[in-house]
């Protein structure tokens, strides 16, 4: 058996809706063993799909296709995620950066952030009778 790429991924959903899926595939953000993939490419059982979301770059195995878009639980019927352990760890470092603190440059800083900059930057102010002359 074998079906379109474009609906594959949104079947097994890895992708909202079709049409973002035949985005990535136009972008060239889908590769089916190791080759750029168009929306209109046929994919076979065994074959490894992989989708670059940048930086990450996510490989799947597929074994089976269903019939319509199927359950989040169900999705492990029909596709075996095979990303490398150092992609999955970059993964986890990107979640932690974000939960760290947002991007640098986002908007105005919140008032505990405005606190802690005022902080820093404040001089210890010392008036103990000196001038300088």
């Excluded at 590769?31 to 993939?37: N, T």
């Excluded at 929306?39 to 269903?66: G, T, Y």
């Excluded at 359950?71 to 760890?89: F, I, M, R, S, Y």
Aim: charged share 35%; net charge positive; aromatic share 8%.
């Amino acid at each position: 058996m074998e079906s379109r790429i474009d609906k594959f991924l949104w079947e097994v959903r890895l992708y909202k809706t079709r049409s973002q899926a035949a985005e990535a595939c136009k972008k060239g953000q889908i590769f089916v063993s190791g080759v750029a993939a168009k929306a209109s490419k046929m994919v076979r059982e065994n074959d490894i799909i992989q989708v670059k979301r940048p930086p990450v770059v996510f490989s799947f195995k597929v074994l089976s296709f269903p019939k319509s878009r199927v359950g989040a639980k169900l999705v492990e019927n029909h596709l075996l995620n095979t990303t490398t352990p150092d992609q999955l760890a970059l993964l986890e470092t990107l979640k932690m950066d974000k939960k760290n603190g947002r991007a640098r440059g986002l908007g105005r800083p919140t008032k505990k952030e405005r606190r802690n900059i005022d902080e820093f930057t404040e001089q210890p102010y010392f008036d103990d009778g000196w001038e300088l002359d």
